[in-house]
T-cell receptor
């Protein structure tokens, strides 16, 4: 079964707005990662947050982690049309192997 | 720099035909290697992973097999393709400790007809 589940499944926003995606998982983790996938391409690693961290920033990305609720969120601020992609969370709850969620499809309208 | 190459980019194969997808990594040694499959609009399903030459772990019983004949080469195979094998296949490598970020290839779109 999927370790991570993202919601919403799809999100459509206007350029300049913020986009928030959530991820829930089931088992204990050492870290949680977020990836981005452009249509028909491989995934690209965005950011990793460790289980002892609560928040992390990278450019316009902000990730939070709440281990008590087994959830994480990815915030993209001041979105651009180029941010249009699918976003996945991945957790290492199954040992060394990463398990991916089903993803959130983000569409940013220019 | 570390790079990953995956080919072919697209493939159309008839049911019952064999399959061989290849993935190679450059710029690092002894990486962990992974094969994932992604159904249309869905998440990634882990198929195989390898921590070393000849060491393959299978996650899901199926019509596919994997081999790692060299340190930086990972091959996904099938003797006879099924319609249900259609999908987007992604190879990835990982260096460092378990749970480290994965680096993905650009994928192979396989259509079984």
């Amino acid at each position: 079964s999927q370790q991570g589940e993202e919601d919403p499944q799809a999100l459509s926003i206007q350029e300049g707005e913020n986009a928030t995606m959530n991820c829930s998982y089931k088992t204990s983790i050492n870290n949680l990662q977020w990836y981005r996938q452009n249509s028909g391409r491989g995934l690209v690693h965005l950011i990793l947050i460790r289980s002892n961290e609560r928040e992390k920033h990278s450019g316009r990305l902000r990730v939070t982690l709440d281990t008590s609720k087994k959830s994480s969120s990815l915030l993209i601020t001041a979105s651009r049309a180029a941010d249009t992609a699918s976003y996945f969370c991945a957790t290492d709850g199954s040992g060394d192997k990463l398990t991916f969620g089903t993803g959130t499809r983000l569409a940013v309208r220019p | 720099s570390q790079t990953i190459h995956q080919w072919p980019a697209t493939l159309v194969q008839p049911v019952g035909s064999p399959l061989s997808l290849e993935c190679t990594v450059e710029g690092t040694s002894n990486p962990n290697l992974y094969w994932y499959r992604q159904a249309a609009g869905r998440g990634l399903q882990l198929l195989f992973y390898s921590v070393g030459i000849g060491q393959i772990s299978s996650e899901v019983p199926q019509n596919l097999s994997a081999s790692r004949p060299q340190d930086r080469q990972f091959i996904l195979s099938s003797k006879k393709l099924l319609l249900s094998d259609s999908g987007f296949y992604l190879c990835a490598f990982q260096t460092g400790a378990g749970g480290s970020p994965l680096h993905f290839g650009n994928g192979t779109r396989l259509t079984v007809t």
